[in-house]
């Protein structure tokens, strides 16, 4: 079974305030819709690994300066943003990752990281739970590594034992299907892991190279299907466009991505995702409310096969309000102008 998940009076206290600020923090996000939900930096751009299915890093890159990041950071703070995630390339191979993550936590958002997991130690968990990390996410592909991905739960089982050793912060599993990954039924394997250490079990989809859908195949649907009738999850409730992905569908659906969700890239421009750079290509400094408001309205003509989940979750908050009135094709073109039927009004 391996080590059980530590539970300690310093680690209840924070899942509790950190329960109460997710909260507060959907409460907000209900009440306006001026500010960024979820913005995902990147602090560095260099990889230690280099999956075959990834271009989200290189191998070349230096971090981003403290100072800047700082600046970067503070940024997102005056656009109310409530919840920053430091991601990649591989965040933990950034010198000052620590202060980064203070610095997220002094302008009141959670902080949170998706990591490979390779560096991490006992002693880095515990610089990560005194820099006041919420949250990790780890992917882990395979059971074996292989020539597609060497995030296998072989080569991370012992560092999963670790943050169920000494994490104070929550930690994510995310399992996945599609993309090349050989075995799909390894993601139940993962899954079961997972909960066996006391962490959070999820499953994704793997997107092609623009974030776009590229349909399960019969194998691959049924473990996905395993994996999302577990319902052990806190996302599960809004994951329901991934059945639509596993069969191949569209979603219909409003996109909030340069508004409620922001990717900020490496050298400190806003995006509407990772897969979709390019637009609004606006420096994190210069972008505004007024920015956030025009891109709460536009439709985005890539969102019916998009398949970034992280999008879909914080669109959905919105999901029943405010229609869409004008489109942009990715690269930032007007299509024209349109009007989407909403069920509610803007507040």
Known sequence: MGTPRRSTLRGRWKAVTRKVREYAMVVRALAN???PVLVQIIPTRFCNLSCAYCNEYDKVSEPVPLEEMYR??????????AMIGISGGEPLTHPQLDDIIRRIRKTGAIAGMIT???????ERIERLNRAGLDHM?????????DEVSKKSLKTLDKRLEMLAEFAEFHVNINSVVGGGIKNPNDALVVGRRALELGFESTIGIIHDSD???KPLKED??????????????????FDKFQEAIAMGRPNNWRCRAGSRYLYVCEDGLVHYCS????????????YTREDVKREFVTA???APHCTIGCVHRISYIDHWRAPQTRMVAPGGQELVKIEMQGLGTRD
């Open 137 to 145: 996410q780890i992917s882990i592909d395979n059971l074996e590594p």
């Open 220 to 237: 691959e649907a049924r473990v996905y299907h395993a994996m999302a009738d577990r319902r052990k999850t806190n996302y599960a409730q």
């Open 116 to 122: 490979n997991g390779f560096l991490l130690s006992p």
């Open 72 to 81: 970067r950071i503070d940024a997102l703070g005056r656009l109310g943003t």
């Open 211 to 213: 974030g776009q859908l």
């Open 33 to 35: 819709t001026a500010h």
């Open 275 to 286: 897969q979709q750079r390019g637009y609004p290509a606006v420096p994190v400094a210069e």
């Open 300 to 302: 985005k003509s890539c």
